[in-house]
């Protein structure tokens, strides 16, 4: 696009978040000038209840599993980094945790060619760990104990070229307030305080699902646009002197 080819501004929320950091790190034609995520696992993901979802097709880190769901892609369990490191399709790539990767230098260049890095953490339960948005893991410790070290503690942040644009002023991590939607305990339906009955098991509330839900994601793209500008606004695109 013809419009693009002075640089863009490339928003991810969620795993769209991944999708956008693969885009500039393996591609990056056009050059994006800023990348924004929001509530993106570049960490991964490893809380025991998304492993129970995965585990429903079967073992996580099998072929078929990592083919048949992109977020076995990013699925990082702390207890067994190494199958994580060997089997899992898409984050450890992303990542630079494989050994000898010849796309590396490439990836990190891409990266440090951003003018700026912003990744936005709200108070929602996804992803967990939280501070996954801002590229930290929990680790094992020797104690056998689960603990989560800051990201400047951690090889990610010079592996990836971070630190640099981190020294350079051009790293933002920021936190919101979470976006306010929930699950209906024990189903797939959505509920909204103030736009949804409370009672989840009211016919209301299991009436057309999908439509639901779209209205509901509707209001919630509202509240994370509000966050962008609100956090993003001065930093992105400071005002002209």
Known sequence: ??????????????????????????????????????????????????????KFFGEPYSPEVQDMSAEAGYYRNPRDVEAYVQKASFLPDLN??????????????????????????????????????????????????LSIPKLWQTDVYTRLGLKDLDLKGHLFLKEANACNYQLAEGQGWVKVSGYMPETSGSDEVQKEPHDTFSKVWTQCRREIYDHLLEHLGSIVHPPQS
């Not at 769209?16 to 990348?35: E, K």
């Not at 924004?36 to 995965?54: A, E, Q, R, W």
């Not at 936005?120 to 929990?138: A, H, L, M, N, V």
């Open 1 to 54: 696009d013809i419009n693009l080819v002075g640089g863009f501004d490339l928003v991810g929320i969620g795993q769209g978040g991944l999708v956008a950091r693969g885009y500039v790190q393996r591609c990056n034609t056009p050059q994006a000038t800023n990348l924004i995520t929001y509530n993106t696992p570049h960490g991964g993901v490893s809380d025991v209840s998304f492993m129970g979802k995965l």
């Open 96 to 145: 630079l945790e494989r050994d000898n990767m010849e796309e590396s230098e490439n990836f990190v260049n891409n990266i440090k060619k951003l003018n700026k890095l912003v990744s936005i953490c709200s108070g929602d339960q996804w992803p967990s760990p939280k501070s996954s948005c801002f590229f930290e893991r929990e680790e094992l410790n020797s104690d056998d104990n």
